[in-house]
């Protein structure tokens, strides 16, 4: 089976950080995936880990550990325009398993 | 414009009756795929195809039967609609790159009354 847990709500101002976790407990795993979801509107891509680390793309960053089952998304710089839900999820046996998504609200 | 789209946006219609949602990729891809996502914001699988082979049916009610003509379209017919069907379906695409990227379409929202 697959279990996949991420906080329901976040929230945070304008101009800071914020981390959101990731953590899983799949059958198998061939990457992880972050998806950001504004209200009304379709997933659209964002990040993919395969390998241990850290991936840089501008104000995002996602890092991951296999050993632990655990990945995190970094939001640097909070602008408005963040505020969505941004959704976890783990490639395996060619498809996609999502957690439940984590409400990011950006306060002025 | 490259991208995946739905027809239609919007369906609202009767307990009891057959309705088919539309989705068409000009990105090139070889699988299309679709996901219900739920009043709670839950998005799960549905159907995966790939060269028009069904590849993935994750236990739905045979009342979904996907179609695939062609490996740009990818329809959804459902029959007997009930009340839980109510939800947004979205239709996604990828292909064999960054571990099968998929681009979704911008959902039908079926409401059945």
């Known amino acids: 089976g697959q279990n996949i847990d991420q906080p329901t709500e976040m929230t945070a101002t304008e101009g800071a950080i914020v981390q959101i976790n990731c953590t899983y407990q799949t059958s198998g795993f061939n990457g992880l995936f972050w998806y950001q979801q504004h209200a009304g509107e379709a997933p659209t891509f964002l990040s993919y880990?395969?390998?241990?680390g850290l991936e840089e793309k501008g104000r995002f960053s996602s890092f991951l550990s296999r050993s632990k089952g655990y990945s995190y998304l970094l939001l640097k710089e909070l602008q408005m325009k963040d505020s969505a839900s941004y959704l976890c999820a783990v490639y395996n046996d060619y498809k996609l398993s999502f957690g439940a998504g984590t409400t990011v609200t950006v306060r002025a | 414009d490259t991208a995946v789209s739905q027809t239609p946006k919007y369906l609202v219609t009767q307990m009891g009756n057959d309705k088919s949602i539309k989705c068409e990729q000009n990105l090139g891809h070889d699988t299309m795929y679709w996901y219900k996502q739920d009043s709670k914001k839950f998005l799960k699988i549905m159907f995966s195809y790939n060269n028009k082979e069904l590849i993935i049916n994750e236990t739905v009610p045979n009342r979904f039967s996907p179609k695939s003509p062609d490996k740009a379209h990818l329809n959804l017919h459902i029959n007997s609609l009930e009340l839980g069907d109510s939800a947004v379906y979205f239709c996604a695409s990828s292909r064999p790159e960054r571990g099968e990227t998929q681009y979704f379409g911008p959902g039908t929202r079926l409401l059945v009354l």
């Open positions: 880990n395969v390998l241990d």
